[in-house]
């Protein structure tokens, strides 16, 4: 966290403010991406064992698209490609360094101006709002 106000970041940390090996990681990651969906611009990072079931839980969220970020390219391609507003980090799967680089890529990239990544997170979002789901191509 302090690393990213270093950078000029303004860090909103959800907790949990204690370790406890055994706490529950749902109550976090739906609470960060509730807020991440809530303000446009921001994004999210939910860290866990392997980053898994935090992306799952923050996915819950209408409006959010978190992807699991395990190196810095899937980092870099889960902004670009998939206008993620949140990434799923593994805490047990990187080093801290890894880690680091990692949440940087993900906060540096934007979304690519291809069309057809827009069209294609257009379609989750129709799916998310209509229940209707996309049409698949005539075989
Ligand atoms: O989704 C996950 C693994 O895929 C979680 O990160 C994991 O289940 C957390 O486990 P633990 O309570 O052992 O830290």
Redesign the pocket.
């Known amino acids: 966290m302090a690393h990213l106000e270093k950078q000029g970041h303004e860090v909103t940390d959800i907790g949990p403010h204690v370790y406890d090996?055994?706490d529950d990681?749902p109550a976090f990651c739906v609470e960060t991406a509730l807020r991440v969906v809530a303000d446009e611009g921001s994004r999210g990072i939910v860290v866990?064992?392997?980053?898994?079931?935090?992306q799952i839980a923050a996915n819950k969220v209408p409006g959010a698209r978190a992807g699991l970020a395990w190196s810095v390219e899937t980092a870099k391609l889960c902004r670009e490609h998939n206008h993620a507003q949140l990434i799923g980090v593994?805490a047990r799967m990187h080093t801290a360094e890894e880690a680091v680089e990692i949440v940087e890529a993900f906060l540096a990239t934007e979304v690519s101006p291809e069309e057809r990544h827009a069209r294609r997170v257009q379609q989750l979002l129709d799916y998310e709002r209509t229940g209707t789901p996309p049409a698949l191509p005539e075989a």
């Open positions: 090996a055994d990681y866990g064992g392997s980053g898994n079931g935090e593994g």
